[in-house]
């Protein structure tokens, strides 16, 4: 047998394997929801330093992504209530970084979209993530980024399945 047909063998068997029968705190769920906290914490302490919130960043780089959107749709997308969507967008509306504009057909409805402020602050948080991610990257090594990358929108395929 082959150093390859070793590994071939080592990831079928990965696939057999039973479900951990530890407690919850023991399993998948829980170490994606502790990695998540972390990250998230990171990046919330260092968005602090701009003056704004890791909700905040994340509006921004929806809106950036998919300007014209609408308050509903934001929320949809960052899966959170419209009443959070709105108030964040009263609050970067009120600091000059974020515009609502009326629909060109459907004069009720508010479409988000960025202003130069926006784009400026969002910039520099960008550079703040790209940190993160850089640091992470060097700690797992150019292989393990790749692969849980990878795994991790398997993940995401995997709860999307019917």
Known sequence: ???DDETTDDK??????PPPTGGPLDGLLWALRRAELAVQGLKGQRLRSLGMAAAHYSLLVL????????GAEAAR???VTPQAVASLVARLEGRGQLERRPHPRHGHVQELHLTDAGRELLASADL?????????AEHLGGVDTVQLTALLGRVVDAVHEP
């Open 128 to 136: 703040v993530v790209i940190d993160i991610e850089r640091r992470l």
């Open 77 to 79: 997308r960052l899966n």
């Open 1 to 3: 047998m082959t150093k």
């Open 63 to 70: 809106v950036r992504d998919v300007p014209g959107l609408t």
């Open 12 to 17: 079928s068997r990965d696939h057999e394997m």
